[in-house]
């Protein structure tokens, strides 16, 4: 009776967690709908870069309903074999964000204020550290069930920052500056808090949610130093030695 129990518990957390992943997916699309979406197929303004970066993050999106839903369904070969797929997708997804944050630099150093440039590289590095330390978490943890799910779970969150940063740009215009990108950064580390009290309250292991709301406060202090002299030397590091 206690295993039974405990199976419909995992099945209803599967479901939520596919349900979470199909609302940003959904997102996703209302998100880049007026910035990139709108001009298919012409696609004029926008170079293979673009394209390359918009499919991989689909696919990724694709791949995180897709896996807890062939856990629920029980087809764990398929499962297994989508997993070693992310083996490709994950490292093409950190070089695209890695390219898109050199073609940001590169489009608008001495183009407009410095500290405007550092801001925007701000936002894209937040992006790519997470989604690389989450990614790489979820790998090392294959084996423990419980903590790969949780690792990928937050895998979404770079990309759910970013696309309800878009959504709120869209929404408010320019006048919802900064708060466009402090608003997701700041609801991702709550509801990571909140997963780590359930899990803390379920007497689950904390470590995963320790973890990634440890990284998220991290992004938080590195945004909010954005305009400071370190971080503009930072920036200017990088740029003048790797793009």
């Keep these: 009776m206690k295993q039974d129990k405990i199976n419909q518990t995992d099945s209803t957390n599967t479901k939520a967690i596919i349900f979470g992943m199909v609302l940003l997916f959904i997102a996703l699309q209302i998100g880049f709908h007026p910035t990139y979406l709108k001009y298919f197929p012409a696609f004029n303004q926008f170079n293979w870069l673009h394209h390359t970066h918009g499919v991989l993050m ?24 989508i997993g070693k ?20 630099y590169l489009s608008t150093v001495n183009k407009i204020d410095f500290k405007e440039v550092a801001e925007l590289q701000a936002v ?21 069930i419980a903590k790969h ?12 920052i970013a696309i309800f940063s878009r959504i709120l740009q869209h929404s ?12 997701p950064l700041y609801v991702s580390a709550l509801i990571s808090a909140i997963f780590l009290v359930n899990d803390i309250l ?9 973890i990634v709301s440890i990284v998220i406060l991290l992004n938080i202090i590195n945004f909010h130093a954005r305009y400071t002299g370190v971080w503009l030397a930072f920036v200017r590091f990088v740029g003048d030695t790797f793009f």
């Design 58 to 81: 689909v696919s990724w999106m694709v791949m995180l309903v897709l896996q807890p839903f062939l856990i629920l369904k029980g087809k764990y070969s398929i499962h297994r074999l």
């Design 85 to 104: 797929i992310s083996y490709l997708i994950a490292p093409l997804m950190i070089i695209s964000m890695f390219l898109v944050m050199r073609l940001g």
């Design 124 to 144: 894209t590095i937040i992006e790519l550290i997470s989604f690389a330390i989450f990614y790489l978490l979820a790998v090392i943890n294959k084996k423990d």
């Design 149 to 160: 799910k949780r690792y990928m779970i937050a895998s979404s969150f770079p990309m759910a």
């Design 172 to 183: 408010f215009g320019t006048a919802i500056e900064p708060y466009d990108f402090f608003i």
């Design 202 to 210: 379920k007497r689950n292991n904390p470590i995963p949610f320790i």
